[in-house]
C-alpha cells in the first residue's frame, strides 16, 4: 500500500512541507532513510540527518525549521514519536496474521475452556482448572500451571512459563523465556545450613502490562507478587517475592528488586539498576542506570549513582572527586609555602 | 483446616499471650493481615505493624515486649521466621497435589527407565542415557540430555535445560528457564577472528542446591563446574565455565561469576555482584551487593564497593566523598588566609 | 584413545621436554591434573601449580623454563591455549554423535524443507515460510517463527526462542534460553499512561557469531537489529532494539546495549557492561568490567568505570580516593599550622 505525502497529512492531521504528491510505501530509521521510506525526527540529536536523509517524507515537530534545504518532504506533526507509533500500530494490525485455533500436539486439561477466537500453539500446555479470557494467544511451548487465569487479550509468547495460581490480567504482552511464579528465594538458616521457606503466594499482573524477555518475577512467600495495570518492564528484569511494581511505571533492562520493596507509579527505572529490599519508592520517582538504591524515596525523587543520592548531588561529587588531583597539588603547595613562612 | 492459637502453640512449642481461642487458617505477611490469618514478625523494621495488623495471630520472639495494646494473639517462639517456614511446610506438604506419571507426548529414549513414583510432564525430553532417581518430578518441557544423571527427589521445573552429560543431585529445585551446562564462553584469537575452544567438561550440582529462575551455569572446558550441596542461587545469575560455588553459600539475583573462580562454603553474595575470573574466594565471605570482586578474599571477609574493599573502608571512602566540597572550601579559604600573612 | 608425548607433539609441531613414552587419553586443568591426562599452560598466574601437578603431559611456551624439576613431561608450543583447542577440536570432531534426522512429535508447518543432514528435535516447531539451511541443528523444544532463516550448519539449543521474521547466518551456534526477536522496549506516553509503539524490524545475526544461555536480542522498531559476523555473546547479555555489535566483537555475561547504540568491530566488553542508548562504540574499543559507558568512544579507546572513562584516569581516581583521608588529616594540620602563625 502506498500513501501520497498529502494523504497522510490528511489522515494525521500534519501540515505538509515539500512536494505533496511523493509516495511512500514503507518505514525506515532517518538515518537508514531510502526512497519510499516514511521516517520521522523526534531526539534533536538526529536532527543532522534530516538534511540527507533518503526517505522520502519525514514527520517533525510543529516547530521544527530546517537550517538548510531539506530533499524529503516533511509533515509537521504534534509529536513525530507517537504519531508514527499510531501509523505504526495501524498498518500493524492491517497487516498481522491472526493466529486462532488449537494446534496439536497441545495440552488442555480436562475441563479448561478455550475460546473461540484464542490460539493456543503446538506443544503448549495448560493446567488444571486454569481460565482463559477471550481471544488470548498463547504461543508454542508456553506453560500455563495449574489454577492459572490470563485476561481477555493477553498473549504468552513462545515459551514463557506461569507457575501454578498465578493471574495475568487483560491485553499483557509475555514476551518469550519469562518466568512468572517461581519460588521467592526465602531460606531460613539452620544448623549450619539453609532450611526453605515455602513460598506459598502467588505473582499478580493486572492488566495492559508488557514484560520483556527472559525477565523473572518471583511468587509472594504469602500474599502476592504485585505488577499494577500499565506497568512496563524490560528484558532480563528480576523482580523478588512480595514486591509491587506501580501503575505505569517502566523498568528498563536488567534491573533488579529485592524481597519487599514496592515502587510507586509512574516512576522511571533506569538499566541495571539494583533495590534493596523492604524499602517504598515514592511514586514519580526517576533512577538513573546502574545506581544502588538502598533507601525508601519520597515522589517525584530524582536520584542516580550506588548509594543512589538525588541527582544534584550525585553530578556534583563526580565533579568533585574529577578535581582530587589538582586539590592534592594545591595541598602540596600549601604546605610548602608555609614552611617558607 | 483451622486451628485454635492454643493448638498452634502446643505444635511448635510457644507461648500465648492473648486469646488463646482465636482461630487461624491461612496466612498473611503482617502489613497485609486480615482476620483469620497468622502472620510473624521477625525483621524488627517491621516492628511497628503489629500495633495495627488485623492478623488473628502473630509469632515473635521470645523476648518480644510490646509498647502498646496489640490487637492480635501473639505466640512467642525463638526463631519466628524459622517457625513460619516448618508451618508453612507442613502445610505445603499437606496440601500439595503430588504430581506422578507420564504424561503425553513426551520424547524418553529408548532404555530410560522412569521410576514408579517420577513426574514427567509432557513435552518433557529425556534423552539417551539418562538415569532418574526415586521420585523425581520433571516438569513439561523440560530438557535432559544424552548421560544426564538426576539424583532422587530433585524437581525440575517447566523449561528446564540441562544439556547432555551433567549431573544434578538429590533434593534438588531448579526453577524454569535455568540453563545447566550451555558452553562456557572460551574463544582464542586467531588472525584477528575468534576461533571455539570446545567445552568439553560437564556441570556437577551436589545434592539440595536449590537454583533461581533464568540462571545459567556454563559447563568447564575441562573437568566440571560445580556447585556444591545446600547452596542456594538466586534468579538470573551467571556461572561461568570451571567455576565452584561451595557448600551453602547463598548468591542473591543477578549476580555474576567469570571463569574459574572458586566460592568458599558458607559465603554470602549480595545482588548484581561481579566477580573476575581466576580468584579465589574464602569461606564465610560476605559481599555487598554490586560490588565489584577483583581479588581472593581470606575466610570470613566482609566487603563492599565496586572494586570491592573491606566494608569498614568502603563506609570511610564513601563518608570522604562527601565531605569534599567542603574540603574545597577550606583550601581555597587556606589558602586566601596564606596569602595575607 | 591413547597417544604418547612423543607422537602428541609430532601432530602439534612441539618440542618434548622429559620422558617421551608417556601416554596420555584425557583432558584436565593443570591445578585439578591426573596420570594419564594432558594438561596445558597458558596464564602465568598458575605456573606455580606446574611443579605438583599429577597430570602427565602438559602444553607450555616455547620460552618456559622451569625453575624447579617438573615431574609432567613437558611440550614446548607457539601458543598452548590454541594448541589445546585445536586438539579438543579434533577430539570433539571425532567423538561427538551427529544428531540427524526428524525425531516426533516436532511441528514443521507445510512447505518447509528439511535438507537431508539437518536434525530437528522433538517438541521444536518450525513455522511457516522457514528456510533451513544444510546441515542446520534444530534442537527439542526450539521455536523458530513464521518466515526466518537459519544459514548452513547453524546450531539452536534446545528451547531457543526465535521470533517471526528473523536472519541467522551460517555457522552460528545459539544456546539455551536465547530469545531472538522480541519486542524492543518502545512506549509513547499519552495522558499519564504508555502506548506501545509497534516494533515492525528485525533481527539479523551474521555468520559465525556465538550467543550464549538467555541473552535477549530484541526486534527493531524499524529495520534491523544486528549482530556482525564472528561476534561472540556471553550469557544474559541484553541488546536493545536497532542496536548493532560489530564484527569479532566479544561481550562478557550480563553486559546490557541499550536501544540505537552502535558497538564497533573488534572490541572487547567486561561482564556486567551498561550502555545508554544512541551511542557509537569505535573499533576495537577495550571496557572494563561494570563500567557504565555514556558516550561515544573512538576506536581503539580503553575505558572503565561508571560513568566510564579512559582507564589511566580511572586508576588515578582510584588513588586519589584512597588518598581523601591523609588529605583531609593534611588540611586539618595545616589550618591548625597557619593559626599559630
Known amino acids: 500500500m502506498e500513501l501520497t505525502a498529502q494523504q497522510l497529512a490528511a489522515m494525521i492531521g500534519g501540515e505538509v512541507v515539500g512536494n505533496p504528491d511523493v509516495t511512500v510505501g514503507t518505514f525506515a530509521k532517518i538515518e537508514e532513510g531510502h526512497p519510499g ?13 534530516i538534511y540527507d536523509t533518503e526517505s522520502s517524507v519525514v514527520l517533525v515537530r510543529r516547530d521544527f525549521e530546517p537550517e538548510r534545504p531539506v530533499k524529503a518532504t516533511l509533515i509537521r506533526v ?5 504519531t508514527i507509533a499510531h501509523i505504526l500500530d495501524m498498518v500493524t494490525k492491517m497487516t498481522a496474521v491472526e493466529k486462532r485455533g488449537i494446534e496439536q500436539p497441545s ?33 508454542p511451548q508456553v506453560f500455563v500451571g495449574d489454577g492459572c487465569v490470563i485476561g481477555d487479550g493477553t498473549v504468552l509468547n ?4 506461569v507457575y501454578a495460581g498465578c493471574e495475568i490480567g487483560a491485553r499483557c504482552i509475555i514476551h518469550s523465556g519469562v518466568v ?14 539453609y532450611e526453605k521457606i515455602p ?20 511468587r509472594a512467600m504469602m500474599g502476592s507478587t504485585r505488577i499494577c495495570s500499565g506497568a512496563k518492564l524490560d528484558n532480563l528484569i528480576q523482580i523478588a517475592h512480595n514486591c509491587s511494581v506501580g501503575s ?6 536488567q534491573a533488579g528488586v529485592a524481597g519487599s520493596t514496592k515502587i510507586g507509579s509512574g516512576c522511571m527505572v533506569g538499566g541495571q539498576v539494583g533495590f534493596v529490599g523492604h524499602i517504598e519508592i515514592g511514586d514519580g520517582t526517576l533512577i538513573g542506570a546502574q545506581s544502588g538504591v538502598s533507601q ?10 550506588a548509594p543512589a543520592v538525588e541527582m544534584g548531588e550525585y553530578a556534583r561529587s563526580l565533579v568533585y572527586v574529577k578535581r582530587l588531583p589538582s586539590m592534592a597539588a594545591q595541598l602540596k603547595a600549601l604546605e610548602k609555602e608555609l614552611k617558607t613562612k
Chains 1, 2, 3 share one sequence.
Open 37 to 49: 521510506a516514511l521516517s520521522f525526527l523526534a531526539n534533536p540529536k538526529y536532527t543532522h540527518f
Open 78 to 82: 504534534e509529536d513525530p514519536y507517537a
Open 107 to 139: 495440552y488442555i486439561a480436562e475441563g479448561v475452556e478455550v475460546p473461540a477466537d484464542a490460539y493456543v500453539g503446538a506443544f503448549a500446555y495448560i493446567g488444571a482448572g486454569v481460565r482463559l479470557g477471550a481471544g488470548v494467544k498463547i504461543y
Open 158 to 161: 513462545p515459551g514463557v512459563k
Open 180 to 193: 512468572v511464579g517461581s519460588d521467592g528465594f526465602g531460606f531460613a538458616p539452620v544448623d549450619g545450613h
Open 199 to 218: 513460598q506459598t503466594g502467588n505473582v499478580v499482573i493486572e492488566d495492559d502490562v508488557e514484560i520483556g524477555a527472559n525477565t523473572t518475577v518471583d
Open 248 to 253: 505505569n511505571t517502566v523498568m528498563a533492562a
Open 296 to 305: 525508601s524515596t519520597k515522589p517525584g525523587a530524582r536520584i542516580m549513582g
